[in-house]
């Protein structure tokens, strides 16, 4: 059984709350984005349910860790098998509750399920090596759980971006604390969480505590909990790493970006429109890796502009229940505002709007804007909605220096006929990933995925040496036939 901070119950792959509480802490009202609809409602973790949780994880986990690793295996494989035969059981919640599009929900959801199967490869991945020593003696270097391991994921692609921390997690034995995003507190995992009890998970494994700052600040600080994962904004990470400093904590943080797109003159201008728009709007620009910023050579920018213009045009932007509409509602009024103050200040500064730059509610146009500097508010900083900002260079090495210059250093697109050329600029571009002839949003189960400046620290996320070094400790151990004689 999976330990969450309102009961649930689980029918015909729903998720419904029956308004039970298991700590007194306050009503979270999740709400559709999109329409306002009331969804659920789930009772928010208090202190005394983190203690408690934290106390269970601790007993369960050494139990889950001594388990042959086919048991955990069996486990992962179930939950990805269950999820594959019902893949609404997670979509329906993303589309509703974090206002994803129906295709973007469906591919989610297939990233869940791809998380599920490479954590069950995890399990069965050679864990040690043989170490050569001085003496006559064996010397091995093991990898063992950390113990309890803490996750604080985020709303925009709630499922995923708990999933990737979790099933590596649970997978290498350890136990897990999940505090999702209050607004996508069900498909950030009361649902998955509902997936994996079905699967076969011990009683006292997971730990699911919805609930706000407050709660993940306690997660942070609790003494039970050595090791964090935590997925949000730069501005939020820099508090996590500030407050877990002191404590020692093995933490791992996977900030924000401000990603760029590089398209080389000698690019087709229509396709390198078409990579633009897809980086700069999937999910509303409600990604990490999402399209920030395009450096268009000066020869082609204005055909350039003109095809993406076109295109942000004629994105049908509205309630994602409906599939004809590829683009939702942005999370809330706040981040939707923020976006607007981006937008309207860079104009008001001398900035030019080719398409979008105006709202309906929540739902955000598809936003081109021109004639900015490196200093225009929405040049310099992560955005994370639907606006594609577009500036022009004369030599590739100016295009280096103001990708550069950002603090971030995420993931970059480098468009090109000429890849090879693209993959010598690579080297000199600080960034975590750097896609060639692709935009900026892309990452997969198996390989290691993270950031480097502002855009993360502590480790990577994805395939079997990342997910080892980020989810368990070395333990060195040594054994000789005799016992060793010393002068004394």
Same mark, same amino acid.
């Given at each position: 059984?999976?330990?969450?901070?309102?009961?649930?119950?689980?029918?015909?792959? !729903?998720?419904?709350?029956?308004?039970? #509480?298991?700590?007194?802490?306050?009503?979270?009202? $999740?709400?559709?984005? =999109?329409?306002?609809?009331?969804?659920? #409602?789930? #009772?928010?973790?208090? @202190?005394?349910?983190?203690?408690?949780?934290?106390?269970?994880?601790?007993?369960?986990?050494?139990?889950? &860790?001594?388990?042959?690793?086919?048991?955990?295996?069996?486990?992962?494989?179930? &939950?990805?098998?269950? +999820?594959?035969?019902?893949?609404?059981? %997670?979509?329906?919640?993303?589309?509703?509750?974090?206002?994803?599009?129906?295709?973007?929900?469906?591919?989610?959801?297939?990233? $869940?399920?791809?998380?599920?199967?490479?954590?069950?490869?995890?399990?069965?991945?050679?864990?040690?090596?043989?170490?050569?020593?001085?003496?006559?003696?064996?010397?091995?270097?093991?990898?063992?759980?950390?113990?309890?391991? /803490?996750?604080?994921?985020?709303?925009?692609?709630?499922?995923?971006?708990?999933?990737?921390? $979790?099933?590596?997690?649970?997978?290498?034995?350890?136990?897990?604390?999940?505090?999702?995003?209050?607004?996508?507190?069900?498909?950030?995992?009361?649902?998955?969480?509902?997936? +994996?009890?079905? &699967?076969?998970?011990?009683?006292?494994?997971?730990?699911?505590?919805?609930?706000?700052?407050?709660?993940?600040?306690?997660?942070?600080?609790?003494?039970?909990?050595?090791? %964090?994962?935590?997925?949000?904004?730069?501005? =939020?990470?820099?508090?996590?790493? @500030?407050?877990?400093?002191?404590?020692?904590?093995?933490?791992?943080?996977? %900030?924000?970006?401000?990603?760029?797109? +590089?398209?080389?003159?000698?690019?087709?201008?229509?396709?390198?429109?078409?990579?633009?728009?897809? /980086?700069?709007?999937?999910?509303?620009?409600?990604?990490?890796?999402?399209?920030?910023?395009?450096? $268009? *050579?000066?020869?082609? =920018?204005?055909?350039?502009?003109?095809?993406?213009?076109? !295109?942000?045009?004629?994105?049908?932007?509205?309630?994602?229940?409906?599939?004809?509409?590829?683009?939702?509602?942005?999370?809330?009024? *706040?981040?939707?505002?923020?976006?607007?103050?981006?937008?309207?200040? #860079?104009?008001?500064?001398?900035?030019?709007?080719?398409?979008?730059?105006?709202?309906?509610?929540?739902?955000?146009?598809?936003?081109?804007?021109?004639?900015?500097?490196?200093?225009?508010?929405?040049?310099?900083?992560?955005?994370? /909605?639907?606006?594609?900002?577009?500036?022009?260079?004369?030599?590739?090495?100016?295009?280096?220096?103001?990708?550069?210059?950002?603090?971030?250093?995420?993931?970059?697109?480098?468009?090109?006929?000429?890849?090879? !050329?693209?993959?010598?600029?690579?080297?000199?571009?600080?960034?975590?990933?750097?896609?060639?002839?692709?935009?900026?949003?892309?990452?997969?189960?198996?390989?290691?995925?993270?950031?480097?400046? &502002?855009?993360?620290?502590?480790?990577?996320?994805?395939?079997?040496?990342?997910?080892?070094?980020?989810?368990?400790?070395?333990?060195?151990?040594?054994?000789?036939?005799?016992?060793?004689?010393?002068?004394?």
């Amino acid at each position: 059984m999976v330990t969450v901070a309102a009961q649930t119950s689980v029918w015909a792959g !729903k998720l419904f709350s029956d308004g039970w #509480s298991a700590g007194g802490g306050e009503p979270i009202e $999740v709400r559709a984005p =999109a329409t306002g609809e009331l969804l659920v #409602s789930v #009772s928010s973790a208090t @202190a005394a349910d983190l203690d408690r949780a934290v106390a269970s994880a601790g007993t369960a986990q050494p139990r889950w &860790a001594g388990l042959t690793y086919d048991q955990r295996v069996a486990v992962m494989l179930r &939950a990805a098998q269950l +999820l594959g035969q019902d893949p609404d059981r %997670l979509g329906h919640w993303l589309v509703n509750e974090a206002g994803s599009g129906q295709g973007k929900a469906a591919f989610e959801v297939g990233l $869940v399920t791809t998380e599920l199967q490479e954590a069950a490869a995890l399990a069965s991945h050679p864990y040690g090596e043989i170490l050569r020593s001085s003496k006559p003696r064996l010397s091995v270097a093991r990898r063992v759980p950390v113990g309890v391991v /803490g996750v604080i994921s985020p709303f925009n692609f709630p499922g995923i971006l708990s999933m990737r921390s $979790v099933a590596p997690a649970l997978a290498l034995g350890n136990a897990v604390i999940l505090k999702p995003d209050p607004r996508t507190s069900v498909s950030g995992w009361l649902a998955l969480a509902a997936l +994996l009890e079905e &699967a076969g998970l011990p009683q006292g494994v997971l730990h699911v505590l919805p609930g706000g700052g407050e709660l993940g600040a306690a997660i942070v600080s609790h003494p039970g909990i050595p090791c %964090l994962s935590f997925t949000g904004s730069t501005a =939020a990470g820099r508090k996590v790493g @500030a407050a877990a400093g002191p404590l020692l904590k093995k933490v791992h943080l996977e %900030l924000g970006g401000n990603n760029a797109l +590089l398209v080389l003159p000698d690019a087709d201008v229509e396709a390198a429109a078409s990579a633009g728009a897809w /980086g700069s709007f999937l999910h509303q620009g409600q990604v990490c890796m999402t399209t920030g910023r395009h450096l $268009v *050579h000066s020869s082609m =920018a204005q055909e350039y502009v003109a095809a993406l213009a076109e !295109k942000a045009r004629n994105i049908p932007v509205g309630d994602p229940a409906d599939p004809a509409n590829a683009l939702g509602p942005i999370i809330d009024a *706040h981040q939707r505002d923020r976006i607007h103050s981006l937008v309207t200040s #860079s104009v008001e500064a001398g900035a030019k709007l080719h398409a979008g730059g105006e709202y309906d509610d929540l739902f955000y146009m598809p936003t081109v804007i021109t004639d900015l500097t490196t200093e225009s508010p929405a040049w310099k900083e992560e955005i994370f /909605g639907p606006v594609a900002p577009v500036m022009t260079y004369d030599t590739v090495e100016e295009a280096i220096e103001i990708i550069n210059a950002s603090e971030y250093g995420l993931t970059v697109g480098i468009l090109t006929s000429n890849a090879y !050329k693209a993959f010598e600029l690579a080297e000199r571009i600080e960034s975590g990933a750097v896609h060639i002839n692709d935009q900026t949003v892309d990452d997969e189960a198996s390989i290691p995925f993270g950031g480097v400046k &502002a855009s993360g620290v502590g480790g990577r996320f994805g395939g079997p040496t990342a997910n080892l070094d980020t989810f368990t400790e070395t333990q060195w151990i040594t054994m000789q036939a005799e016992i060793e004689r010393y002068p004394f």
